[in-house]
């Protein structure tokens, strides 16, 4: 199989699971979410340790721990993930599947204003009307809820801020989810044994197969994150760019057709400028990735 294949295909692997987790976390109850977002935590790092020493790989934590500014920003990257998940955790396990899936839907936009604000980058016209548009959906959902659609926000600006960590700190992604939940066990054990200690927690307490689920959250994150780092070796990321709507699509069919959630019509309304606006910011980007293919020299072939 061609490597580009092969790399599409891990890449819709990745944001298929991505979307389909809204019907993992409901299976986790009575456990609530910071419970889960604990126990989340201490079977990825168990995971992940797995698949490390599966491939033998091991070298690196040593020339990482000599980098105390790589470890600094995975620590950060570790505090914006956790936020990232237990928020997450929250609004599934609370019936709010589709104000996430708006967070990820508008999480293109947020990461193109990041650029501006902290990077300095220009942007070009279309991407200011994608922005503009993005910022009009906002104002028409927070009218549609009667309040900020704050989980939507935060999901956005958490992972967004995420993405620019990770890129500062430029570590694998298996070596980074390792020192990430490194960097949570100590809490994440913590709060499990003061719930073990109020006779409050549930693993162990319930049914085998809930907990079998419970430490299953640590395969269920590290699966995708491994396809997607396998994908983004191997396709441009034009390719991902287009790639990461399958997650926030499933995660909203997940909310509206399987959870049931009410969609009025201001919902659907700013729903719909959201798609316009990611219509036109991929548009820009598709158009901009083939001036740029077109502007390459040509190779010369040498007789």
């Not at 389909?20 to 009575?30: A, G, M, V």
């Not at 928020?87 to 899936?101: C, F, G, K, R, T």
């Not at 070596?175 to 994440?188: D, F, G, I």
Request: hydrophobic fraction near 55%.
């Amino acid at each position: 199989m061609p490597d580009h294949r092969r790399g599409v295909l891990y890449g819709i692997a990745a944001y298929t699971m991505w979307g389909l987790f809204p019907l993992y976390w409901p299976l986790l109850k009575p456990a609530q979410p910071v419970e889960i977002l604990a126990h989340r935590v201490a079977w990825s790092l168990v995971a992940v340790v797995a698949i490390l020493a599966v491939r033998r790989h091991w070298a690196w934590f040593r020339g990482l721990v000599r980098q105390p500014r790589k470890m600094a920003l995975l620590a950060v990257a570790a505090v914006l993930v956790a936020g990232n998940w237990g928020v997450y955790i929250y609004a599934v396990n609370s019936h709010q599947v589709v104000e996430s899936a708006l967070g990820y839907f508008i999480n293109p936009l947020v990461s193109v204003l990041f650029g501006v604000v902290l990077l300095k980058e220009r942007l070009r016209p279309l991407q200011w009307v994608a922005v503009g548009f993005g910022t009009l959906a906002v104002l028409v959902l927070t009218v549609g809820y009667g309040r900020l659609p704050w989980i939507a926000l935060t999901l956005a600006v958490s992972f967004g801020v995420y993405g620019l960590v990770k890129k500062q700190a430029n570590v694998g992604a298996a070596e980074s989810l390792t020192v990430e939940t490194l960097v949570l066990l100590a809490p994440a054990i913590a709060y499990l044994v003061f719930l073990e200690t109020q006779g409050t927690g549930t693993f162990g307490h319930t049914t085998p197969v809930h907990a079998v689920l419970l430490a299953g959250a640590g395969i269920v994150t590290a699966l995708p994150l491994l396809s997607f780092t396998a994908a983004a070796i191997r396709i441009p990321l034009s390719t991902i760019g287009l790639l990461q709507y399958i997650a926030p699509i499933l995660q909203f069919l997940c909310g509206v057709l399987i959870a049931k959630e009410t969609m009025p019509l201001t919902r659907w309304l700013g729903f719909s400028i959201v798609w316009l606006a990611l219509a036109v910011f991929t548009f820009d980007s598709l158009r901009t990735a083939r001036q740029a293919r077109k502007a390459q020299p040509v190779p010369v072939a040498v007789k």
